[in-house]
């Protein structure tokens, strides 16, 4: 059995079904984030499991024990919000301690406790400061350090950096990932930014209303999109997705598009078979089509003309929008091309990338 483990799990407010038969598990030492758009049941999930919020149907496990009537208190498990919920009047010190001194743990244990979470955290110079004269990020590590000191089975983060500027919270995301190899528990991490997903996760969940849409490591997900869903929610700039029809002639499978026609390469093809004549939606990253003619790993691919109707350099590469037709692309080209709105040109799909979802019911095929 997993360390956490969530089977079943729904949430009803009223009418709402906030969650919807949830299964989610965090192995031992496992960094497990679920990244979903807003309102999708992954607070709810967290806050379940945190024991903040009761469970209407499923069962929650946390270290084998079952704990859907367990207080919180007694969950061993810690959370971290959103907002630090410091205490403006006490120092860093008194902050991190307060939690073990209601506890009435000895005065020894507690000082050598927080003195090794600051430690970790590098924050024990700010020991004796208050709140209000720390950064967001220092507030945000003393939130962490409260509950480092208590040691528990299981930390539970509710989207901690979303209150920090976008510099601060890159220096973050580095630092959760070191903390997180130095403590070695598990982390059930909450978060729409999927860039804080792909790099600080071991597993991702993504959830959509209030259901689980795909759950692996970062670069299965995105490398191999179960559905429509995740497709479109999971890469930036997003995966471009074409309205296709599937069609045969004499063995060969061609995806047909508005302006467009794709011969599937031979595994494609075979798991086509069953859709012959159906309508598709054809993936392809933005990264996956390069201007024909700049770049060597293009060449001998199939080409669409595009019409040019958005340029944006953005350093290390050209974001365009074009069109052909019904059909939009958007492609990341070289930062060496000259391309400008207006140009239609010639592109190169590369076949090798491309993922296929069955119109209907969004599922890959
Ligand atoms: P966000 O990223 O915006 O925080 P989320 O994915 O964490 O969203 P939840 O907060 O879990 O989403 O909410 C899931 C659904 O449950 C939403 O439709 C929300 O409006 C509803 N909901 C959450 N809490 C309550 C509540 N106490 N009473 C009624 N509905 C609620």
């Keep these: 059995m997993a360390h956490v483990e969530l089977r079943g799990v729904v949430k009803k407010f009223g009418d709402v079904l906030a969650v919807d038969r949830v299964d989610i598990s965090a192995e031992q030492k496992e960094f497990v984030v679920l ?29 084998g024990r079952k704990v859907n009537d367990i207080l919180p208190k007694d969950r061993d498990i810690a959370m ?20 073990l001194q209601l506890q009435k743990f000895p ?3 507690i000082k050598e406790r927080v003195e090794a979470a600051a430690e970790i955290l590098e924050i024990t110079e700010l020991l004796n400061r208050k709140p209000m004269a720390l950064s967001g990020g220092q507030r945000q590590r003393v939130a962490i350090g409260r509950t480092i000191v208590r040691d528990p089975q299981v930390f539970l983060f509710d989207e901690p950096l979303s209150n920090l500027d976008a510099k601060l919270r890159s220096q973050m995301r580095i630092e959760l990932a070191k903390l997180h190899r130095k403590i070695g528990k ?3 991490y909450v978060t729409h930014d999927q860039i804080e997903a792909m790099t600080l996760a071991d597993r991702i969940v993504i959830m959509n209303k209030g259901k689980v849409m795909q759950m692996g490591k970062p670069m299965e997900i995105y490398n191999n999109p179960a559905n429509l869903f995740v497709a479109g929610f999971i ?10 029809k599937i069609m045969e002639d ?3 499978i061609t995806l047909a598009g508005d302006c467009f026609m794709l011969e599937a390469p031979p595994d494609l093809a075979s798991r086509c078979m069953p859709y012959k004549e159906k309508k598709a939606v054809l993936g392809i990253r933005p990264n996956h089509i390069c201007q024909a003619g700049m770049d060597l790993e293009c060449e001998g691919k199939p080409q669409v ?10 350093g290390s590469e050209i974001v365009i929008d074009t069109s052909c037709g019904k059909d939009q692309f958007t492609a990341c080209i070289d930062p060496r091309s000259t391309v400008k709105v207006g140009d239609k040109l010639m592109f190169t799909i590369d076949l090798s990338q491309i993922h296929l979802f069955d119109a209907e019911s969004g599922k890959g095929i």
């Design 186 to 188: 598990s982390i059930i």
């Design 80 to 99: 971290v919000f959103q907002n630090y919920a410091l205490y403006p009047h006490m120092s860093v010190y008194k902050n991190m301690a307060l939690g």
């Design 250 to 252: 004499g063995g060969k």
């Design 235 to 244: 890469g930036s700039p997003t995966m471009n997705l074409l309205d296709v």
């Design 35 to 63: 990244l979903g758009p807003s309102g999708c049941g992954k607070t709810t999930c967290l806050r379940m499991i945190a024991g903040l919020e009761t469970i209407t149907e499923g069962e929650i496990y946390i270290a």
């Design 107 to 109: 005065k020894d244990e």
């Design 305 to 314: 003309e595009l019409e040019v109707e958005v340029v944006e350099p953005v």
